[in-house]
C-alpha cells in the first residue's frame, strides 16, 4: 500500500499518522498554519520560504490529498509534503502542534553584508544563507525560516 486514508484524505505512508490527524482536521476550518519541512531521519530543517503558511483543503478527485492554501482568495494551492514536515505551528495561537522527535532548532542570525551591494547577510548555524539590500529584507527572511 502506497497510502494510507484519514477521514477521505490520502497521506504517503511514511507520515506519522498525528500528522495526518492534525492536516484532516484542520481542512476546512480556515486555521491558518505554518509548515516546517526537513529531513526525518535527522530532523534539520530545509529552512523553505515559500509555500509554508496557509490552510489546509484537499485537491479533488479520487484520491484527494491535502493542500496548502495561501489566502482567501486562492482556489488552490500546493500538495503538503506530508511526509517531510518536521514541526507544524498554529498561527492564530503561535504554538507548536507538531514537532518531529529529532526536530533541530536552527540558529538564524542577521550579520553586516560582506559584498559590495548588499547590507545584510542572514545565516543559518553560522553558514550564508542569503544576501539582502535591506535591513527589513534579512528580517523578513529570518521570520519566514525560523
Not at 484527494?64 to 517531510?84: F, H
Request: aromatic content about 6%.
Amino acid at each position: 500500500m502506497k497510502n494510507k486514508e484519514i477521514n477521505g484524505m490520502f497521506f504517503d505512508k511514511k507520515t506519522p499518522d498525528e500528522v495526518c490527524y492534525l492536516l484532516s482536521n484542520y481542512c476546512h476550518t480556515g486555521k491558518r498554519l505554518k509548515i516546517y519541512y526537513g529531513d526525518t531521519q535527522t530532523g534539520i530543517d530545509w529552512h523553505e520560504e515559500h509555500d509554508i503558511i496557509g490552510t489546509v483543503g484537499r485537491s479533488t478527485g479520487n484520491i484527494k490529498i491535502p493542500l496548502l492554501i495561501p489566502n482567501i482568495r486562492s482556489v488552490g494551492g500546493p500538495g503538503i509534503l506530508s511526509d517531510c514536515i518536521i514541526k507544524i505551528i498554529d498561527m492564530e495561537t503561535k504554538k507548536t502542534i507538531y514537532q518531529h522527535p529529532k526536530y533541530q532548532k536552527s540558529v538564524v542570525t542577521i550579520v553586516p553584508s560582506d559584498m559590495e551591494g548588499y547590507t545584510h547577510n542572514t545565516l543559518i548555524n553560522g553558514i550564508l544563507h542569503g544576501r539582502h539590500k535591506s535591513l527589513r529584507s534579512a528580517q523578513i527572511c529570518k521570520s519566514k525560516i525560523q
